[in-house]
C-alpha cells in the first residue's frame, strides 16, 4: 500500500510539473506573439513601477515637508523628488553625466517659471498660457542649451528622446500652470482640454483657465 501512494503521489507531481511548463510556455509564446506595442507597454509599466518608490513619513516629519513645499509653491511629491536630487548633485562628481541632466533640468524649470510669472504680470494670460510659456522660454538660446542637455538630445535616438521629453515637459506644464494660479480647463463632462502643436519644444499642452 506504501509504494502504491508513493507511485501516485509521484504521478501527481509529475501531471502538476508539466501543467506548469505548459502554462510557461503559453506565456512565453503569448509574449511573442503580441504586437511590438504591447511589449513596448509593457517595458514602459515595468519601468514607471521600478522607478516609483513608496515609503511612509511619520505625521509631523509629513506636516512639516509639506509645509516647506508650499512654501516654495510646489506640491509635496516633486518636493521631495527634488530634494534627493540635491542630494545627487550635493554628492556625486561634476563631470557625472546624471548631474549635469540634473542641473541642466532644474534650469530649464526655473526659466519656465520665471516665464510665465513675466507673461502673467505682462497681462498675457490666456488658455493657450502654458504653449505660450513655452515659446517665450524657447526664444532663449541658454535654454534650449540646457533642454538638450537635459533631454540628452544630442546621442539619445528618437525613442530615448522622446521617453526623456515627456517627464520634463509635463512638469513644465504644471509648474507654468501654478505660476499662474490657473487649473486645467474642462467640458462638460469634466474631461481635462488640450492642445496640439507642431514645431515645438512640446506637442500636446493642457488647456488653462484661471482658478
Do not use: C, W
Not at 501654478?178 to 488640450?194: E, F, T, V, W
Amino acid at each position: 500500500m506504501a509504494a502504491t501512494v508513493e507511485t501516485e503521489v509521484s504521478e501527481g507531481k509529475k501531471r502538476r510539473a508539466k501543467k506548469a511548463q505548459a502554462d510557461k510556455a503559453g506565456k512565453t509564446a503569448k509574449g511573442k506573439d503580441g504586437t511590438a506595442s504591447d511589449r513596448r507597454a509593457g517595458r514602459l509599466k515595468r519601468m514607471a513601477e521600478a522607478n516609483t518608490v513608496t515609503f511612509v513619513m511619520e505625521t509631523e516629519v509629513r506636516k512639516y515637508i509639506n509645509g516647506e513645499a508650499k512654501a516654495a509653491g510646489m506640491d509635496l511629491a516633486p518636493f521631495i523628488q527634488k530634494l534627493v536630487e540635491n542630494y545627487v548633485l550635493d554628492t556625486a562628481p561634476s563631470d557625472l553625466p546624471l548631474a549635469r541632466r540634473i542641473a541642466a533640468k532644474r534650469a530649464v524649470l526655473d526659466r519656465a517659471v520665471q516665464a510665465a510669472r513675466e507673461l502673467e504680470e505682462a497681462g498675457g494670460f490666456d488658455e493657450h498660457f502654458i504653449l505660450n510659456v513655452v515659446k517665450k522660454a524657447s526664444s532663449d538660446k541658454e535654454f534650449l542649451d540646457s533642454y538638450e542637455t537635459a533631454v540628452d538630445a544630442k546621442t539619445a535616438n528618437e525613442r530615448q528622446l522622446a521617453r526623456a521629453q515627456a517627464p520634463i515637459n509635463q512638469q513644465m506644464g504644471r509648474l507654468i500652470k501654478r505660476a499662474a494660479g490657473a487649473r486645467s480647463k474642462r467640458d462638460d463632462s469634466g474631461k481635462i482640454l488640450r492642445g496640439q502643436v507642431t514645431g515645438e519644444l512640446i506637442s500636446t499642452y493642457t488647456l488653462l483657465e484661471k482658478a
